[in-house]
């Protein structure tokens, strides 16, 4: 059975400071994986996408990166928070070859102060 | 503008009604998916379709297979764990990683 597992589970970091986000997918290769974003009582933004490692699409910029430095793993990062990147974080993967359906992880909340 | 409109916005059911919430869409969508976010925040998938309708339970989904451009998910005899929020999401073109999510449903059963 496939898992995903995202780290942190919540951070609170300054303005100014840099972010690191993970996501790891065991049980499947080759996944497609995906970043999203909540603001607090808001909808869901997808911020980047990967169908390979090596390989990450920007949908929207917050100011933020994305990479997939393995199959099975998907990075976050900043170097400089802003207050507006508070907020909920979610991770999720699809079947390689066709976003389909979208399975998320537990997601990382993130406040900056 | 928005891609996805989901109404309403706030649902307040007593316990063993029933009732549907609606997605519109503003082209044609491939596919639809529905997911209940949890307390903790993570999203639980309901229904993934590309046509038709699907159900489990007392949850029921259908997509427009016509126009493509509306989708429900009809919920039977509401039990007070139903509460939560609930997104469509939707994607227009085949391939390429991106959903637009609605705006969430706040449903709230009581007894």
Redesign the interface.
């Known amino acids: 059975a496939q898992t995903i597992h995202q780290w942190p589970v919540a951070e609170i970091k300054a303005v100014g400071s840099p972010l690191s986000l993970g996501c790891t997918i065991k049980g499947k290769s080759s996944p497609?994986l995906?970043w999203y974003w909540?603001a607090t009582g808001?909808?869901?933004?997808?911020l980047f996408?990967s169908?390979t490692v090596g390989q990450v699409?920007s949908?929207v910029q917050l100011n933020l990166s994305a990479s997939r430095p393995k199959d099975d793993q998907f990075i976050l990062s900043t170097e400089k928070l802003l207050l507006s990147h508070s907020g909920?974080y979610?991770c999720?993967w699809s079947l390689t070859?066709?976003?389909?359906?979208?399975?998320?992880?537990?997601?990382s909340?993130l406040t900056v102060l | 503008g928005d891609q996805v409109e989901q109404s309403p916005s706030a649902l307040s059911l007593h316990e063993g009604t029933d009732s549907a919430l609606r997605c519109n869409f503003t082209t044609t969508m491939r596919?639809v998916?529905w997911?209940r976010q949890n307390s903790?925040?993570?999203?639980i998938?309901l229904f993934?379709l590309a046509s038709g309708t699907k159900e489990n339970g007392r949850l029921k989904s259908a997509f427009d297979s016509k126009e493509r451009r509306y989708s429900t998910l009809h919920i039977r005899d509401a039990q007070l764990e139903d509460s939560g929020t609930y997104?469509c999401?939707a994607?227009a073109g085949a391939?390429?990683?991106?959903?637009t999510?609605?705006?969430?449903t706040i449903l709230r059963v009581h007894p």
């Open positions: 497609n995906y909540q808001g909808t869901l933004q997808q996408y169908i699409e949908v909920f979610l999720a070859g066709d976003t389909g359906q979208l399975y998320f992880g537990e997601g909340k | 596919s998916q997911f903790r925040g993570s999203l998938s993934y997104f999401a994607e391939n390429t990683g991106k959903l999510f609605g705006h969430g």
